[in-house]
């Protein structure tokens, strides 16, 4: 029996971000009406005095996300030369990735984003898709089926409060999908570009 492990993210002590995170949360939450106000000062005293996350979580636990809106999805396809899309860049509530002959790489590490859930349904088609999540990003996978080419969810870890969740649904095709969080080159990049 594996023992469990003292440095679980709940555990963790929580940073002014992630308390300024969930009280954004709160306030969006009771400007859209579901939660009142006396509601909203009650969990905010309580986000505010936080110090772990495990007391963090439950005070947008029972939050749903605001309702879809009808916007069309950021559609993109690899193509024969392949297609990536890293660095900064805007994130919408819905893409469309097609990995097409080339494949296409997903990178989400480097962007910001105030979406609670993001829609990702991805094609792998001959080239593959590559998914890159940072860690405490959230990826729900039940609804990709791994077609030939498979699918791989690697991805560890809770969820962070204000983190968001990543709904992926499609298809492995015959090139695969896979979703996983940073390696080890990709992750000495960030570093070095931090300190410039």
Request: no cysteine; hydrophobic share 35%; aromatic share 4%.
């Amino acid at each position: 029996m594996t023992p469990e492990r003292p440095n679980s993210v709940s555990r963790l002590r929580a940073s002014d971000a992630d308390r300024e995170a969930v009280v954004e949360q709160l306030q969006e939450a009771a400007a859209e009406g579901r939660i009142d106000l006396d509601e909203l000062d009650v969990r905010l005293g309580q986000a505010l005095g936080a110090k772990t996350f495990a007391e963090l979580e439950p005070l947008t636990a029972d939050l749903a996300p605001a309702p879809r809106n009808a916007t069309e999805p950021l559609v993109l396809e690899g193509g024969i030369h392949g297609l990536a899309r890293t660095g900064r860049w805007k994130v919408p509530a819905r893409i469309d990735v097609d990995g097409g002959m080339g494949g296409a790489k997903l990178d989400f590490t480097q962007t910001e984003t105030r979406l609670r859930e993001i829609e990702l349904e991805v094609n792998g088609q001959m080239g593959g898709v590559v998914v890159v999540v940072p860690r405490g990003w959230a990826a729900e996978t039940d609804d990709v089926r791994p077609g030939m080419g498979g699918f791989k969810d690697r991805t560890r870890g809770e969820r962070l409060p204000g983190a968001p969740l990543l709904r992926l649904t499609g298809s492995g095709g015959m090139g695969g999908v896979v979703v996983r969080h940073p390696n080890i080159w990709e992750r000495w990049k960030l570093r070095r570009g931090k300190r410039r």
